[in-house]
């Protein structure tokens, strides 16, 4: 089992940076795909990235491309968002998610999430 922790979210402006990041509990992290998902209020929770257990492959959604990376530390059992260019649009509750054998962009297969932080971009 492993318990995620968010951090790092926060008002920012348009046009601006964040990093988030999640660090998970456990000893097993590394053997963790892991993904970042958002959710607007009145909207469904969607996929943003991903990164496999190895680092080797990672996939973003067309709506962030060139503008946020996911990037993995196994060493500080932490997986990170680094947003830049942010836009309005991009305001959302953001939530890390762990899977051991699932890597995907169905949120609803991850078996492990963390609580949330907020992201607010102002214009």
């Known amino acids: 089992q492993v318990q995620l922790v968010e951090s790092g979210g926060g008002l920012v402006q348009a046009g601006g940076s964040l990093r988030l990041s999640c660090t998970a509990s456990?000893?097993?992290?590394?053997?963790?795909?892991m993904g970042w998902f958002r959710q607007a209020p009145g909207k469904a929770r969607e996929f943003v990235a991903l990164?496999?257990?190895?680092?080797?492959?990672?996939e973003h959604a067309d709506s962030v491309k060139g503008r946020f990376t996911i990037s993995r530390d196994n060493a500080k059992n932490t997986v990170y968002l680094q947003m830049n260019s942010l836009k309005p649009e991009d305001t959302a509750v953001y939530y890390c998610?762990?899977?051991?054998?699932?890597?995907?962009?169905?949120?609803?297969?991850?078996?492990?999430w963390g609580q949330g932080t907020q992201v607010t971009v102002s214009s």
């Open positions: 998610a762990a899977d051991q054998r699932y890597y995907g962009t169905y949120y609803y297969n991850y078996r492990y």
């Open positions: 456990g000893r097993t992290f590394s053997s963790y795909n």
């Open positions: 990164m496999s257990w190895s680092g080797d492959s990672t």
